[in-house]
């Protein structure tokens, strides 16, 4: 089964649109495909019923991507400050056992981080520590513009805590720049962690303006899939 954690170093539509893509490519492949989102903060009320953004963005780009959500909260603070406002207590043996009951159902599964692997969920709970309880390996989800420190740290965190890390995604890359820290992260990055970039995505004004085909058109373009799953898809060699 192909099963990753994505994560990043924030809440971002970058990671929305990452997620997004490799979900509706990897259907579009012939595998059946679902989108876990153990926590979502920022949920929005649409005809009286509370969503998920993250996982309305997914539907919108391919219908028949099943998703879930254990904890949808309106606040966009960390999940624990979300949930406390709400007189919520996130609990990790819910978000295991809800994990536990679907993602054996697909090909292809993908559960979806919230801050950052330091994010706090619960007490004396982060978010790497829900990592390790589904026993998950990490693609991270990284800007370009984050700060070279940040990236390096994040990586070695999850390293040093022996999560294994799938490799990770650029996004928000420019088409052109001069900036020396961009054009050489890829090398830096794979230099200081051992960790592989996979893949990279354009800079995009608007997400919601690309339809399904370009989506999956800058997957297949931009994202090694076989280095990121570690197995031969038959289909991107027909």
């Known amino acids: 089964m192909l099963d990753i954690f994505i994560t990043g170093s924030e809440s971002s539509l970058g990671k929305r649109l990452v997620m997004a893509g490799l979900a509706a490519t990897m259907q579009s492949l012939g595998y059946s495909t679902g989108v876990y989102l153990p926590i979502q903060t920022g949920a929005v009320e649409n005809n009286g019923y509370i969503e998920a953004p993250d996982l309305v963005y997914v539907k919108s780009v391919d219908k028949n991507i099943k998703t879930y959500c254990s904890y949808l909260l309106r606040e966009y603070d960390v999940p624990l400050l979300a949930a406390a406002k709400e007189h919520i207590k996130i609990e990790k043996d819910v978000i295991l056992e809800d994990y536990k009951s679907i993602h054996n159902e697909f090909d292809c599964f993908f559960t979806i981080g919230t801050k950052g692997l330091a994010t706090p969920i619960g007490n004396s709970f982060l978010e790497i520590d829900l990592v390790k309880l589904l026993e998950l390996p ?101």
């Open 138 to 238: 990490i693609l991270f989800v990284i800007s370009p513009y984050t700060p070279i420190n940040d990236i390096l740290v994040m990586i070695n965190h999850a390293i040093v805590q022996k999560v294994k890390i799938s490799g990770i995604i650029l996004y928000d890359c420019p088409y052109k720049t001069d900036d020396e820290n961009i054009k050489n992260l890829p090398k830096l990055i794979e230099k200081y962690t051992n960790t592989s970039v996979v893949g990279a995505f354009p800079k995009i004004e608007n997400i919601y303006s690309l339809t399904p085909g370009d989506l999956i058109s800058y997957v297949l373009s931009g994202v090694n899939l076989e280095r990121l799953f570690n197995v031969k898809i038959a289909k991107l060699h027909n």
